[in-house]
């Protein structure tokens, strides 16, 4: 008798887990396809759009941090396609926003240190002469701690390749530091392992650019 009641708790539990899977399923599918389109978008509107979806996404999956980190990536990519300098702070507050709810739900994360750094770097852009002291020494800081986190993170070296090299036109100096991280970044991209389906993977065409510049 008491195997036979044991057997509904049972049927109930694969139920469950049947259902759990399916729901899992369904969220990598999305976020997949999404992700996906946030690499191949080319335009303020279709980032705007892609944010929108991965926030939608988030708002339904409040234990999930890529959607979140997504929405915030989708939003300093627009920033770096918007024309008019004074719409950027208000994508960079709504990546910000976002990155720190992925932070919450993924503590310690190399990758989200790395685009706190890219958040701070399109602070610059907004208006350089005023804001490179405060913002470009955030950037470095954050790009220098996401790699010490990851060595192996080549978005952390991408960005980091990328403010060395922008430094050192601003100020006239040599620009092989940011060359020779630009290659090391190559080379981690060329190597890296992604723990998922979900993983960051962005940023090869930034390193491999920056690399031919110095060749």
Not at 20 to 45: C, G, H, L, P, R
Request: proline share 4%; with cysteine.
């Amino acid at each position: 008798m008491k195997n036979l009641n044991i057997i509904p708790l049972i049927i109930g539990l694969l139920v469950f887990a049947a259902q759990f899977t399916f729901a899992n399923d369904k969220y990598t599918e999305i976020m997949q396809k999404n992700i996906e389109a946030a690499y191949q978008a080319k335009s303020v509107e279709e980032f705007q759009s892609l944010a929108n979806t991965f926030h939608r996404i988030a708002e339904a999956e409040k234990t999930k941090w890529e959607a979140f980190y997504y929405e915030a990536y989708a939003y300093v990519m627009m920033t770096n396609l918007e024309k008019d300098p004074t719409k950027k702070d208000t994508m960079l507050d709504a990546s910000l926003k976002a990155l720190e709810a992925a932070k919450a739900l993924q503590p310690g994360e190399s990758e989200m240190v790395a685009l706190d750094g890219f958040i701070h770097m399109m602070r610059v852009t907004v208006d350089p002469a005023s804001r490179g002291q405060q913002y470009s020494g955030m950037a470095f800081q954050s790009f220098n701690k996401a790699v010490a986190m990851n060595p192996e993170n080549p978005r952390a070296l991408a960005l980091l390749a990328q403010m060395e090299f922008g430094t050192a036109k601003f100020f006239g100096s040599s620009t092989a530091d940011a060359c020779a991280t630009a290659a090391k970044a190559v080379d981690k991209f060329e190597n890296q392992k992604p723990s998922s389906v979900l993983s960051p993977m962005w940023g090869k065409n930034m390193a491999q650019s920056l690399k031919d510049k110095c060749q």
